[in-house]
């Protein structure tokens, strides 16, 4: 059996889904391959920042015209997907920590990014509830939080009702260029398209050597873990310079927390917490707010991602092969991305150009190197 389109996607995260959206809402025939369900690894199992603070120069134009699009939510797909635009409080332990904050405010001021110092008293005074830890904070207010487990399913539907068909538990086995159009197996249909799309996370990077790019990609499983409902006090994302714990509170009082990485095999795939890595992470996020040393862990969880060595993701065309447009290894930092990840898929693929900036981005800085 076979089956054509005009593009194939391979993934069915955040990026994918939306890609798929965007080119069927442009009249395009689009076919969607993911090996589970959609959102079931990065897209659905991350902790629902939805951040640009902090980010890498190379992918803010990408994050500012995603907060466009989070906004823009109920319109475009009928659902916000709980996002709520909190802020996003990132907080300094000592000195050094708080030097990288206020070095980092010309990166923001470079993309229209606002973002407040807060120091001392100030500090203390909107914060109440915050440790001895924190010693300054970079706040921005345009920043907040989603689920995850809702944003993948949502886009998928928006793009089915479009015209888009989404293929869920179908693994692609095989991919190739042949004469002119792409080949891709999966679940022993021949589906054939002028261009192709890589969003499949880590596996990504196995896609991109079907066709000569090799990258030093590798898996990782960031730890989470969410908490007994309390009383609703914590309304900013919290993050820390370094990365090694954050956390955000929902309205009905669960408090989120990430921090560390689980164990998972991709071959399988398969992926869990760790018990000791869980109670590390309970242990900063309660230095940081101590009000949390008494709270009871109810669940923990983990999901694969793709890391790359500068924790920045391949976003753009294939250096090998025309038609060809990689998006993957974020790192654990795509969730906010993905809207916009799919709709410069969807300019690239049809238009072949985009207005988003997507410098330092390229498979060919792999090459290079």
């Known amino acids: 059996m076979s089956d054509s389109a005009d593009v194939i996607i391979i993934g069915g995260g955040g990026a994918g889904c939306s890609a798929a959206l965007y080119l069927a809402w442009r009249g395009a025939r689009v076919i969607l391959l993911e090996r589970g369900l959609v959102g079931s690894q990065a897209s659905g199992a991350n902790y629902g920042g939805v951040r640009q603070q902090g980010r890498h120069a190379a992918e803010l134009p990408l994050a500012r015209r995603a907060h466009g699009i989070w906004r823009r939510l109920p319109e475009l797909i009928g659902t916000d997907c709980e996002f709520a635009e909190t802020g996003h409080l990132k907080l300094a332990r000592n000195e050094a920590e708080a030097a990288e904050l206020y070095a980092y405010l010309d990166t923001a001021r470079a993309h229209g990014l606002p973002l407040e110092m807060l120091e001392g008293a100030a500090l203390r005074e909107r914060y109440p509830w915050l440790g001895a830890d924190a010693v300054a904070a970079s706040f921005a207010p345009q920043d907040g939080s989603a689920n995850p487990r809702l944003l993948s399913p949502a886009l998928a539907r928006a793009a089915r009702q479009a015209g888009a068909t989404i293929l869920e538990q179908t693994a692609v086995t095989a991919c190739r260029r042949e004469a002119g159009h792409f080949v891709v197996e999966a679940g022993g249909i021949r589906y054939s398209a002028d261009r192709l799309l890589n969003t499949a996370g880590f596996w990504g990077g196995q896609v991109a050597a079907w066709f000569g790019e090799t990258v030093p990609i590798r898996h990782h499983t960031p730890n989470?873990?969410?908490?007994?409902?309390?009383?609703?006090?914590?309304?900013?994302?919290?993050?820390?310079?370094?990365?090694?714990?954050?956390?955000?509170?929902?309205?009905?009082?669960?408090?989120?927390?990430?921090?560390?990485?689980?164990?998972?095999?991709?071959?399988?795939?398969?992926?869990?917490?760790?018990?000791?890595?869980?109670?590390?992470?309970?242990?900063?996020?309660?230095?940081?707010?101590?009000?949390?040393?008494?709270?009871?862990?109810?669940?923990?969880?983990?999901?694969?991602?793709?890391?790359?060595?500068?924790?920045?993701?391949?976003?753009?065309?294939?250096?090998?092969?025309?038609?060809?447009?990689?998006?993957?290894?974020?790192?654990?930092?795509?969730?906010?991305?993905?809207?916009?990840?799919?709709a410069v898929l969807c300019e690239l693929a049809l238009d072949g150009r985009t207005e988003t900036a997507l410098?330092?981005?390229?498979?060919?800085?792999f090459a290079r190197a």
Do not use: C, K
């Not at 410098?359 to 800085?365: A, K, M």
């Open 359 to 365: 410098d330092g981005l390229s498979i060919q800085r």
């Open 224 to 342: 989470m873990l969410v908490t007994e409902p309390v009383r609703y006090f914590i309304r900013p994302n919290l993050g820390v310079v370094g990365g090694n714990v954050y956390l955000r509170q929902i309205p009905r009082g669960n408090i989120i927390i990430g921090g560390g990485y689980g164990s998972g095999d991709p071959a399988v795939p398969m992926s869990r917490p760790d018990p000791v890595v869980t109670l590390r992470a309970m242990q900063r996020a309660a230095a940081l707010v101590p009000q949390l040393a008494d709270v009871s862990v109810i669940r923990s969880w983990s999901g694969i991602d793709g890391i790359m060595p500068d924790r920045l993701p391949v976003v753009g065309p294939s250096a090998t092969t025309p038609g060809l447009l990689h998006a993957f290894g974020f790192s654990g930092h795509g969730f906010q991305l993905g809207p916009a990840v799919g």
